[in-house]
């Protein structure tokens, strides 16, 4: 089911132990993308500057298309990334 509103403050943030998030890969921090297994990941991408995210007024999470009801971390990233 995809998202239709923004994040909201008192959504939970997405846990990467969530099935959902294991199947794309999610982690709450790019830094940490296990490049051996995720090799479309490529420096400067995060959740922040993909088009499937929906940015908060405090621009430290939002909501992404992919995970309704569940903020994510700009700083984060999963293997759907997509900046068109």
């Known amino acids: 089911m995809l998202a239709t509103q923004g994040a909201r403050a008192d959504e939970p943030m997405l846990s990467e132990s969530d099935a959902q ?5 999610y982690t709450e921090n790019a830094a940490t993308v ?16 993909c088009s499937l995210f929906q940015a908060q007024a405090d621009g ?6 992919l ?15 997509s900046n068109m």
């Open 21 to 25: 998030a294991r199947n794309v890969g």
């Open 60 to 65: 430290k999470s939002g909501d992404c298309l």
């Open 34 to 49: 296990d490049r051996n297994k995720y090799s479309s990941y490529m420096p400067g991408q995060t959740c922040g500057t």
């Open 67 to 81: 995970f309704s009801g569940k903020r994510v971390a700009a700083a984060g990233w999963c293997s759907s990334y």
